[in-house]
């Protein structure tokens, strides 16, 4: 299993997460290639369906990442956000997933160096976790 690389879906916030990868990207911030991005306006636009999606399609760990909660250009989406997660990871074990799977991080636009750090983390976590149980079944 150490030649095991996961694939990470991101969805993040244009205006907080998205410009911190930016800055991790020109401050010369390594952080694993498994991650991609899918830029959405606000984290409040993420629908539970998308989540389910990506893990359901092979994805091995997904991340909704956006505005610290108060600092939402939508006013509340981020809290819309946080309440869609957390039933979220209440209802993955239905699906057959663990729901250390998903995260959900506020990274602000100046946070270049934590956003890097949070997705070093976050392959290192889904690589202990191994293969989507999804990932098997297209394999088999």
Known sequence: MSDFEPTIIAFVCNWC??????????SRQAYPQNVRMIRVMCTGMVDPQYIIKALLEGADGVLVSGCHPGDCHYINGNFKARRRIKLLKEILPRFGFEPERLRLTWIGASDGIQFAETMRELVAQVKTLGPSQAKLKMVI
């Not at 997460?17 to 020109?26: C, F, I, Q, V």
């Open 17 to 26: 997460t998205y410009t911190a990868a930016d800055l991790a990207g020109t």
